[in-house]
């Protein structure tokens, strides 16, 4: 009975918090504006001056956190999946330092501004997603001949040349293109423009459509390539179909809001605990929801310091101790 | 469903299957309705290629397999937060829509396995609360869902205690003679697994299919 109050709980749990994030980072993300005057504004009132925070920094920098956040949790739910392992993620993976190199490539080496606007942004952003792409693509073709640990070892093997890669380019910077490219690589949910949150959208909502469609092959994947073979799932297809989605939506939201660790590890996670399943079809919406819940309270977080925080930062501060609270309840019975 | 009772559901000539050399040759193989038929053999000697080549799940590189089969391997992990009826969904991966949904037939297959195996009061259960005999009840059903008319199981009683390990393999039998399927086995708990089959094969190492009382005195050097 509990396990079932539990399970139908989250459903209107989730929404409604997300909802009330959406709303406190709106209201009190901030130094420059008071919760009085971002009310004022948000209501149709205040100076214009009100106004423009609270439409065009807080707003869109509200959405890029729910946006960045549904899709890490999203790639996560999905490579825990294919590697039958609870620490992958895409920034565990190699797919986020794979981004990383490209954008550092392109930063460096005379890309564009990340912190500018969209367009001048748009060269480093194509550079990250084309890394995350080379990433997925070097991982997928593993994947057709190997799976499990051996395929994780590779992912992270994979990372960490992609790092070493990353910080040759540093070294070789010059210090105020250095500067951009660590402002970057710390995370942020501030460099997204409309034109910006509309392409992750729709990276989000394909990446989506095509994990929900694959959601019954992940199921099989869990208990194994030979009782995916014996149910006549195919379990190769199933895979690249996952890494497809993960690559599509962790190199949209990593080329415009920098490597952000953690959250797609730790929202599958807090899901299968919240819900007590690991069905895709229940675990995948609610990793969405539960990222972009995390992603929000980190900015939140971020920016409740007199100097504004690296969102990969809060991310990690914030989600680690949850995490290791859920996984001694969930896993230590 | 389960044909002719006098015809085979499966049969399997001249057959040889390995990676590079095969395990064995010129296996010759019948199973029909109401078999329960016990497979041993030392390790190594391709019990799991052999049932896996039946199942069509390899090509052999001889011979030819007539009818199909649906193999239950063996160590499925039990996967913590999957009921017991969310896993035999699962595992009507061809049989389901593009979102998951089943059809009625389906369902209604769920219901007779769980019926036909004695686990219905499990059916809401989490797999990580199941004991290793009601899950590997749980792995039998899933092949049951699938309209199994020969069933394959690779060591289905490894690991079990005894008690779990008759359960087990008193359910194969029954399954076999209640529903007329066809059962074929891997096990090495031959005292018991000899007691409830029907027939007894042994693969040597030599890769020669022997079937009779003695088949597996003929395979294993202590039992002669």
């Given at each position: 009975m509990y396990?079932?109050k539990?399970?139908?709980?989250?459903?209107?749990?989730?929404p409604v918090?997300?909802?009330?994030?959406?709303?406190?980072?709106l209201?009190?993300?901030g130094?420059?504006?008071?919760?009085?005057?971002?009310?004022?504004?948000?209501?149709?009132g205040?100076?214009?001056?009100a106004?423009?925070?609270?439409?065009?920094?807080?707003?869109?920098r509200?959405?890029?956190?729910?946006l960045?956040?549904?899709?890490?949790?999203?790639?996560?739910?999905?490579?825990?999946?294919?590697?039958?392992?609870?620490?992958?993620?895409?920034?565990?993976?190699?797919?986020?330092?794979?981004?990383?190199t490209?954008a550092?490539?392109?930063?460096?080496?005379?890309?564009?501004?990340?912190?500018?606007?969209?367009?001048?942004?748009?060269?480093?952003a194509i550079?990250?997603?084309?890394?995350?792409?080379?990433?997925?693509a070097?991982?997928?073709a593993?994947?057709?001949r190997?799976?499990?640990?051996?395929?994780?070892?590779?992912?992270?093997?994979?990372?960490?040349?992609?790092?070493a890669?990353?910080?040759?380019l540093?070294?070789?910077?010059?210090?105020?293109?250095?500067?951009l490219f660590?402002?970057?690589?710390?995370?942020s949910?501030?460099?997204?423009s409309g034109?910006?949150?509309?392409?992750?959208?729709l990276?989000?909502?394909?990446?989506?459509?095509?994990?929900?469609?694959n959601?019954?092959?992940?199921?099989?994947?869990?208990?194994?390539?030979?009782?995916?073979?014996?149910?006549?799932?195919?379990?190769?297809?199933?895979?690249?179909?996952?890494?497809?989605s993960c690559?599509?939506?962790?190199?949209?939201?990593?080329?415009?809001?920098?490597?952000?660790?953690?959250?797609?590890?730790?929202?599958?996670h807090?899901?299968?605990?919240?819900?007590?399943?690991?069905?895709?079809?229940?675990?995948?919406?609610?990793?969405?929801?539960?990222?972009?819940?995390?992603?929000?309270?980190?900015?939140?977080?971020?920016?409740?310091?007199?100097v504004?925080?690296p969102a990969?930062?809060?991310?990690?501060?914030?989600?680690?101790?949850i995490?290791?609270?859920?996984?001694?309840?969930?896993?230590d019975r | 469903?389960?044909?002719?009772?006098?015809?085979?559901?499966?049969?399997?000539s001249?057959?040889?299957a390995?990676?590079?050399t095969?395990?064995?040759?010129?296996?010759?193989l019948?199973?029909?309705?109401?078999?329960?038929?016990?497979?041993?053999?030392?390790?190594g000697?391709?019990?799991?290629?052999?049932?896996?080549?039946l199942?069509?799940?390899q090509?052999?590189?001889?011979?030819?397999?007539?009818?199909?089969?649906?193999?239950?391997?063996?160590?499925?992990?039990?996967?913590?937060?999957?009921?017991?009826?969310?896993?035999?969904?699962s595992?009507?991966?061809?049989?389901?829509?593009?979102?998951?949904?089943?059809?009625a037939?389906?369902?209604r297959?769920?219901?007779e396995?769980?019926d036909?195996l004695?686990?219905?009061?499990l059916?809401?259960?989490?797999?990580?609360?199941l004991?290793?005999?009601?899950?590997?009840?749980?792995?039998?059903a899933?092949?049951?869902?699938?309209?199994?008319?020969?069933l394959?199981?690779?060591?289905?009683t490894?690991f079990?205690?005894?008690?779990?390990?008759?359960?087990?393999?008193?359910?194969l039998?029954s399954?076999?003679?209640?529903?007329?399927?066809a059962?074929?086995?891997?096990?090495?708990?031959?005292?018991?697994?000899?007691?409830?089959?029907?027939?007894?094969?042994?693969?040597?190492?030599?890769?020669?299919?022997?079937?009779?009382p003695?088949?597996?005195?003929a395979?294993?050097h202590?039992?002669?």
């Amino acid at each position: 009975m509990y396990a079932l109050k539990r399970e139908n709980a989250y459903r209107w749990l989730l929404p409604v918090l997300l909802a009330v994030l959406a709303l406190l980072d709106l209201l009190l993300g901030g130094r420059t504006l008071s919760f009085r005057e971002a009310l004022a504004a948000l209501s149709g009132g205040g100076s214009p001056a009100a106004g423009q925070i609270l439409w065009h920094i807080r707003a869109p920098r509200m959405l890029a956190a729910i946006l960045a956040g549904a899709g890490l949790a999203l790639s996560g739910a999905q490579l825990q999946a294919v590697f039958r392992n609870p620490l992958a993620d895409p920034h565990i993976m190699g797919v986020s330092a794979g981004a990383g190199t490209a954008a550092a490539l392109a930063t460096l080496l005379g890309g564009g501004t990340l912190l500018g606007n969209f367009a001048a942004g748009l060269p480093v952003a194509i550079a990250a997603f084309l890394g995350a792409v080379a990433a997925t693509a070097v991982i997928v073709a593993v994947a057709a001949r190997h799976s499990g640990a051996t395929l994780l070892l590779f992912g992270v093997m994979l990372g960490f040349v992609f790092s070493a890669l990353t910080s040759v380019l540093a070294y070789l910077a010059s210090e105020e293109r250095l500067k951009l490219f660590y402002s970057w690589s710390a995370g942020s949910f501030s460099g997204l423009s409309g034109s910006g949150l509309l392409l992750v959208a729709l990276a989000l909502a394909a990446a989506f459509l095509l994990a929900l469609l694959n959601g019954k092959g992940l199921d099989i994947l869990l208990f194994g390539d030979d009782y995916a073979a014996a149910t006549g799932a195919p379990a190769g297809r199933i895979r690249t179909l996952a890494l497809l989605s993960c690559c599509l939506v962790t190199g949209a939201v990593t080329a415009f809001c920098g490597p952000l660790g953690f959250v797609g590890i730790a929202a599958p996670h807090i899901v299968r605990w919240l819900t007590g399943s690991s069905v895709h079809r229940r675990v995948l919406p609610a990793s969405l929801l539960t990222g972009a819940i995390l992603c929000l309270a980190a900015d939140l977080l971020s920016q409740c310091f007199p100097v504004p925080l690296p969102a990969g930062s809060t991310l990690a501060l914030l989600g680690i101790p949850i995490l290791l609270i859920i996984l001694k309840t969930r896993y230590d019975r | 469903m389960t044909g002719d009772p006098i015809s085979p559901l499966l049969r399997a000539s001249n057959l040889a299957a390995g990676f590079g050399t095969p395990l064995f040759r010129g296996v010759n193989l019948s199973l029909a309705p109401g078999d329960c038929a016990l497979l041993c053999g030392p390790n190594g000697s391709g019990k799991t290629t052999l049932l896996r080549t039946l199942a069509g799940l390899q090509s052999p590189v001889e011979g030819s397999v007539e009818g199909s089969a649906i193999l239950v391997p063996t160590r499925i992990p039990k996967v913590r937060g999957f009921s017991l009826e969310d896993f035999l969904r699962s595992s009507c991966f061809h049989e389901s829509g593009p979102w998951g949904h089943l059809s009625a037939d389906s369902l209604r297959a769920i219901d007779e396995a769980l019926d036909r195996l004695g686990i219905r009061y499990l059916a809401g259960r989490d797999l990580a609360s199941l004991s290793d005999g009601q899950f590997q009840k749980a792995c039998i059903a899933t092949a049951l869902v699938r309209r199994a008319a020969v069933l394959l199981l690779d060591e289905p009683t490894a690991f079990l205690d005894v008690d779990a390990r008759l359960e087990v393999l008193r359910t194969l039998r029954s399954l076999a003679e209640g529903r007329r399927l066809a059962i074929l086995f891997s096990s090495h708990d031959l005292h018991e697994a000899t007691r409830e089959a029907t027939r007894i094969l042994a693969l040597s190492p030599s890769g020669v299919l022997l079937e009779g009382p003695d088949a597996p005195a003929a395979c294993f050097h202590n039992l002669r």
